[in-house]
């Protein structure tokens, strides 16, 4: 705390990213990174970049990234706003759609960055409890506050949890609540989700969020994009072009199109992330943990007997990161990152040890 500090400076609550450890030689399970490394062709594509046009600034508007995840979704280049990461598209999302007179809902529990936001901008906000299994039930946001609401935003499939909402569920929300933006945030969709982007022609309060940071294993590219109606999409360059007119960097730019372009890479190894999910879940459930169905690239596990703090205190000690998170409801449990297949052969082995 210092004097020279503003008074919003003073009053925020920053949002704690997962550790990125400096030693090497660890299993780190704790951030949703890919096992795998990127596409081939992407890294190709940032190796090819013209350096020497590095010297100008890059295209403001990322014309040719926006061409690109249009086409690949069937859109139009002005359904798709293009961020520094996920995290900055919804920064954006925050300010220009989602501050409004009522308060916006998300759940109880949910990614831990949206009530930072709205701490930032001053936005007022209800969390709807998951239901007791940890499902979102859509009845409960359309109840709330008899209908009125500022907007609604959750991740499909939801995070820590890794549950999934069918699309059917989305579609009833998007047609009850009409005079709100419905944000989905599809971070995870890769792993199994039907994606919300099929609704996008017909419903214009809806906007998806994506990221390359998990599926396409570009976490360190920081690229994230937003596909909606072209107002929504509006809203959103507003914002951006009075914070920072030059998000996407000419590297991020080449290895984003690159990856984008490589869905065979991207469906070959999310393929291979769902096949070790299974195959932990059963590991796991074998030695008497309980694991939420999940959809994502993570899995939510507790054990009935043993504390869920504790287990991750001594898988640290041997050098396995997962993640705990102390929070209501769900300090029992533990979020683990899919790795390889040999990484949870080793976790799987370190836990046995544990218990
Ligand atoms: C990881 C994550 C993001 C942010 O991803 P970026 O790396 O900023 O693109 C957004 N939403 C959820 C639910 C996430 O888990």
Known sequence: MSRFWSKTVKELTPYVPGEQPKLSQLIKLNTNESPYGPSPKALAAIAAANTEALRLYPDPNSDALKQSIAKLHGLTANQVFVGNGSDEVLAHVFLGLLKHEHPILFPDITY???????????????????????????????????????????PNPNAPTGRALPLKDIETLLQSNQDSVVVIDEAYVDYGTDSAIALVDQYPNLLVTRTLSKSYALAGLRVGYAVGHSDLIEALERVKNSFNSYPIDKLAMAGAIAAIEDQDYLKKISQAVIKTRENLIQSLNTLGFETIPSSANFIFTKHPKHDAAVVAAKLREKHIIVRHFKLPRIDQYLR????????????????????
């Open 112 to 154: 831990s960055f949206y009530p930072v936001y709205c701490k930032l901008y001053g936005i007022s906000f209800d969390n709807i409890p998951l239901s007791d299994d940890f499902s979102i039930s859509v009845a409960d946001y359309l109840k709330k506050n008899n209908g009125r609401n500022g907007g609604i935003i959750f």
């Open 336 to 355: 683990i990152t899919i790795g390889t297949d040999e990484q949870c052969d080793e976790l799987v082995k370190a836990i046995k040890e544990i218990l």
